[in-house]
Nanobody, 115 residues
Framework: QVQLVESGGGVVQAGESLRVSCPTS????????VGWYRQAPGAQRELIAT???????NYVPSMTGRFSVSTDSDKNTFSLQRIGLKPEDTAAYFC?????????WGRGIQVTVAT
């Protein structure tokens, strides 16, 4: 069974940095795609970035330069980092993996940026 549990959220001050991680119950090397979405209050879920097998990383154009994503195969974990948080980054952040066409999701973690 594939399990993903986000960690690292919380309340942060505007301008600070945040790293959200997603440990998985399976080997990262067996996954086709890992990635991150976020959903702000009252808004639709929006894609941030994905990393495909072979470390092919793709950012949604509006997120390029604002976020960075990475994987750690030794720890079977992938992460999302944001430097210089803004109030509009307040959202629930969700990690997911795709294996053979099936997607599995974490429950999401709240990040609130305070001014």
């Amino acid at each position: 069974q594939v399990q993903l549990v986000e960690s690292g959220g919380g309340v942060v001050q505007a301008g600070e940095s945040l790293r959200v991680s997603c440990p998985t119950s399976i080997s990262i090397s067996s996954v086709d795609v890992v990635g991150w979405y976020r959903q702000a209050p009252g808004a639709q879920r929006e894609l941030i970035a994905t990393i495909a097998r072979g470390d092919e990383t793709n950012y949604v154009p509006s997120m390029t330069g604002r976020f960075s994503v990475s994987t750690d195969s030794d720890k079977n974990t992938f992460s999302l980092q944001r430097i210089g948080l803004k109030p509009e980054d307040t959202a629930a952040y969700f990690c997911f993996v795709t294996i053979n066409g099936a997607s599995y999701w974490g429950r999401g973690i709240q990040v609130t940026v305070a001014t």
